[in-house]
């Protein structure tokens, strides 16, 4: 006899139910298989799982016997192991149940007594399908700090069965579970000391979120959840102790956040989304604390990815850290003379709407003075004098004091009289954010139109 079956991911069967153009059932593109009857596993329990594969928890000297999947015995020397580690491992302190096909809970006194000291468990991709199973499971673990649990393909049922809060769980993992908003409260309802929540992988439609839940939440990962409206995250933005948002791989074309929310955020990652206009990088000025952020990946220029770093760096100084790289002082001055010329046309138009996305712009042409097609004007030799360090081939450095209108030219006649080497034979370079090399390979133009800035190295090769 051959069973038709639907996989609970895309791509993991080979037919929608149909084979040779003739409908057997109806199934979701590539989720269908046929599977003959003596191959279908109904599932286990989780208590059965727990007794086949650790036969011996307690442990026997140096020494536990774990049963695999095809029931042959391994033992596991616990060589080199403090008595500490030891103790530990024959606990059960990290319990790994990946990938066992765990439909159930079983006995639930098994469970207790083996897992009473149980820390870190990994249910991944088994298939449990219920929500009150996976909390009975939990709450057997008066002492979990950390569960995973994705791959589960979870909904909420009824249930008459009440349980207390659990007292210890921080950390829970629920990518590709395919929970819904507010089935995800319900689970959290069970977990108040819950601070890390990472439900990237299920489309989300936000909806209500009760008031007495994810008080404590520090990090939230939504990646992959289909997320297409910023207004959506209003029940996100009430998350007054969250510090870490991750909203990377939506669709958010738009940024607008609304004052006194977010106060405590420190770190927000927006990679690959659509985010295409910079009043949408503005907004991000509300944010009090905000130091790490990730932005690549968006449309907002179309020009090389540097270009976009640096524009970012100057909107936002308070920000420290930009797609995992850190912001040199040295960087920012670069970011600082590159905005202004790049905006400068938009500038000189005098939109009101200009100066309320750019607020810094002004700041800057105080500092700088008036932007023109070039570099911004600059209003003293002094504040036109820079000092640069040109490092020769041999390893050897010297330092010179020069013009930012200082001709490429005149630089490979120093190099010259300090290194003997003709102008012909040298090449000059200086090393940007991204440790790229730029090139100096225009003797008619100056030092600015390079965007060499105080302590620039300037280094000779041959």
Known sequence: AVVSTQSTGEGRSKHDGSHKGVRYFEAKPMCGSFVREHKLCAGESFSDVLGRRYTDVTGVGDAMSIINKDNSSTNVELVGLSDADVNRASQLINLVMREESIVTVGDEALIADKCCKTENLDMSLNLFYDIN??????????RLISAQLKGNVLTSKESSQVLDPHPSLERIYLAGTGLSWSEFCKLASHIP?????????SPLCITKTPSNILQHVRVLDMQYSDLTDWGSLDEISALQNLETLILSNNKFSQINIAHGTLTKLK????????????????????????????IRLNPLIT?????????????????????????????RLQADIFYLKHFAAEYYKGAPEFHVVHNRFKDLVKEYGEPDAGTPKIASI???SIMITVAKPDGKEFSKKLLKTTLVKNIHLIVQRQCKILPKNQKLYWVNCLDERVYLDDPTRDLAYFDIIQDTTIYVEV
């Open 303 to 331: 020009g090389p990815a540097l270009d976009m770093r640096l524009l970012v760096v100057a909107m936002l100084p308070a920000v420290g850290k930009l797609n995992g790289t850190p912001i040199s002082d040295n960087e």
């Open 382 to 384: 002094k504040d036109q």
């Open 193 to 201: 000391t819950i601070a890390e929540v990472y439900i990237s992988g």
């Open 133 to 142: 199973d996976i909390l009975k499971v939990l709450h057997l673990m008066p």
């Open 267 to 294: 770190a927000l990652s927006l990679d690959n989304n659509k985010i295409g206009e910079w009043s949408s990088v503005a907004e991000l000025r509300k944010l009090p604390k905000l130091h790490t952020l990730r």
